[in-house]
């Protein structure tokens, strides 16, 4: 079955620090992966295209389909990264999509 | 360009009550899904629409329903509402290309007392 696994719930990190959010899929299929941002009484925005292999107010994610993972990543966490991510997985024949139970990062000064 | 915009942000109802939710798009989107946010399952998806055509369903009971107008605003409806119905219910758009993402509304939070 597809599924989206995000092990942490909490990533509590100090300011300057790397960071990386891990994400695991399972999808029979080629996938489709993004990663989503939800700040603080703000809307769930979509932070990262896998297939635009871009990189946006320093995350990146590389697609690594032997360990089936598409983590999250950046070298120096800043406190205004601070908020619940969420990885994603678009179905192809459905563009229906799977979310991981989200991860909320927490960069202390 | 405006964003998705979703009607009511805050609703209470009683059981058994049913309620319509709206959702307008970002214009020049065609396609619109459903999802449903929960601190126990998360965010689910419930449908998608597409050109007024329903293309894909969630694993929802039929009480949940939606539609989707010529000019790409849609509709959820959720009759015979459960305590259990209580979420936040997301709207998102994208153009016809979904892989490009999905623009996400701020969402209606509907309590069922």
């Known amino acids: 079955a597809q599924r989206v696994t995000q092990p942490e719930k909490l990533l509590s990190v100090f300011k300057g620090a790397p960071v990386e959010l891990k994400c695991n899929y399972s999808y029979s299929g080629s996938p489709e992966l993004f990663w989503y941002v939800q700040y603080s009484r703000q809307r769930l925005q979509l932070l990262l295209r896998h297939i635009s292999r871009e990189s946006i107010k320093g995350f990146t994610a590389d697609l690594n389909k032997g360990e089936t993972s598409f983590h999250l990543k950046k070298p120096f966490a800043q406190e205004e990264d601070s908020a619940m991510y969420y990885c994603?997985?678009?179905?192809?024949?459905?563009?229906?999509?799977?979310f991981g139970q989200g991860t909320t990062l927490q960069v202390k000064p | 360009k405006a964003g998705v915009t979703q009607t009511p942000r805050y609703l209470i109802k009683t059981r058994g009550q049913q309620v319509t939710l709206s959702c307008s798009p970002i214009?020049?989107?065609?396609?619109v899904s459903w999802y449903q946010q929960t601190p126990g399952q998360g965010l689910q998806f419930l449908f998608e629409?597409?050109?007024?055509?329903?293309?894909n369903k969630g694993n929802f009971p039929g009480r949940f329903s939606g539609r989707q107008f010529s000019n790409s605003r849609s509709e959820m409806n959720v009759s015979t509402l459960e305590l259990g119905d209580s979420a936040l219910y997301l709207c998102?758009?994208?153009?016809?290309?979904?892989?490009?993402?999905?623009?996400f509304g701020s969402g209606t939070r509907l309590t069922v007392v």
């Open positions: 214009s020049g989107h065609r396609s």
């Open positions: 994603a997985l678009s179905e192809s024949n459905t563009g229906k999509l799977i």
């Open positions: 629409y597409f050109s007024e055509t329903q293309r």
């Open positions: 998102a758009s994208s153009p016809w290309d979904r892989n490009y993402g999905y623009t």
